[in-house]
């Protein structure tokens, strides 16, 4: 399974941006999805998850009311909508795919993990 995570950019403080992450097959459509961002230096972390019908999402405290999840099976793409970004949400995010239809915060939840792509939130 490939996974192509993109939309990552250069952006101010209190911007947007609006990450894909397009999967090669099917398969990821019965399996959750989740959104991982590793700050220099520092572990990767959860950002949030989706069951695989989007009936169960979950995020981390320190994006709760900013960022979204969804997805289209139709499409096999995950999206993570990011607003009013902080200096502190820079970091190369990557998407992955579970390991079962229930979403999880570990990173042993996932099987298959994308590249990333940069985000950088500046003044």
């Known amino acids: 399974v490939q996974l192509q995570a993109s939309g990552g950019g250069l952006v101010q403080i209190g911007g947007s941006l609006r990450l894909s992450c397009a999967t090669s097959?099917?398969?990821?459509?019965?399996?959750?999805m989740g959104w991982f961002r590793q700050a220099p230096a520092k572990e990767r972390e959860f950002v949030g998850s989706i069951s695989w019908n989007a009936g169960t999402k979950s995020y981390a405290d320190s994006v709760k009311g900013r960022f979204s999840i969804s997805r289209d099976n139709s499409k096999n793409t995950v999206y993570l909508q990011m607003n009013s970004l902080k200096p502190e949400d820079t970091a190369v995010y990557y998407c992955?795919?579970?390991?079962?239809?229930?979403?999880?915060?570990?990173?042993?939840?996932?099987?298959?993990w994308g590249m990333g792509t940069q985000v950088t939130v500046s003044s």
């Open positions: 097959r099917r398969t990821s459509s019965n399996n959750a």
């Open positions: 992955a795919v579970g390991r079962s239809s229930r979403a999880g915060s570990r990173t042993s939840d996932y099987v298959y």
